[in-house]
């Protein structure tokens, strides 16, 4: 069956980074664009960040010079670094393909003030 299982979520101070990892299970990330999506507790789901097959990405606007997408498809991983976090940042990260329409369980981020 398929699976993405995302990690490297948890508790961060303000301004602090963390690095979120996803790795496919069952699917194959090469040739194919990646994202990254978040929710937050009452909120729709946010599309943080998109890389192509190509490699080019875009990022959401409060993302925007804080996160950088990345993909190794020969470990058929997908990354998202996260810099100087926020508050708001705080939210389930998802990891997702979206040509397949598969996504991942998700992995917490929390930041405190």
């Known amino acids: 069956q398929v699976q993405l299982v995302e990690s490297g979520g948890g508790l961060v101070q303000v301004g602090g980074s963390l690095r979120l990892s996803c790795v496919g299970i069952g699917i194959s990330f090469r040739d194919y664009n990646m994202r990254w999506y978040r929710q937050a507790p009452g909120k729709e789901r946010e599309l943080v960040a998109h890389i192509g097959a190509s490699g080019i990405t875009n990022y959401s606007d409060s993302m925007k010079g804080r996160a950088t997408i990345s993909r190794d498809d020969r470990r058929n991983t997908l990354d998202l670094q996260m810099n100087s976090l926020k508050p708001e940042d705080t939210a389930v990260y998802y990891c997702?393909?979206?040509?397949?329409?598969?996504w991942g369980q998700g992995t917490q981020v929390t930041v405190s003030s």
């Open positions: 997702n393909q979206p040509t397949s329409g598969f």
